[in-house]
């Protein structure tokens, strides 16, 4: 492999990364009715974009059907194979679930490969000028 074809091949898998876990945001989404205990995945962005953006978080949705207000809420998750609810189409959202977390760890090597990258190539600018 030559250089061009390294640097080209690391940013080519990001960038359809990047576009696969949006569609398995929908994915997720398509695969549960709003109900008590969804599991969701949310991308969030940096207002300053870094090359890791998006980010994948998970929050687990809890439904209070007796208060009178705020009959929804939703907590974070760190480990969201843990609790998918079971039943019609836990088996596409438990493979969804293990794509998104094999896709999002392939991914963050490519990502703190390439900011090492960013980086030398910012304190390189500074040693020259
Ligand atoms: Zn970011």
Redesign the pocket.
């Known amino acids: 492999m030559d250089i061009q074809e390294i640097l080209t091949t690391a940013a080519d898998f990001v960038t359809q990364a990047s576009s696969r876990l949006v569609e398995l945001e929908a994915e997720i989404r398509a695969a549960q009715p709003v109900r008590d205990r969804a599991v969701l995945m949310y991308l969030y ?2 207002k300053q ?7 994948v978080t998970w929050r687990q949705w809890r439904n209070h059907p007796r208060r009178s207000i705020h009959r929804w809420s939703a907590h974070r998750l760190q480990t969201p194979l843990r609790h998918l609810p079971r039943g019609e189409n836990g088996a596409d959202l438990h493979r969804i679930v293990v794509e998104v977390l094999a896709l999002e760890r392939r991914r963050a090597t490519f990502v703190r490969h390439l900011s090492a990258l960013a980086q030398a190539i910012i304190v390189n600018r500074k040693h020259d000028s």
């Not at 974009?49 to 980010?55: D, E, N, R, S």
């Open positions: 962005r940096h974009p870094c090359l890791g953006c998006p980010h």
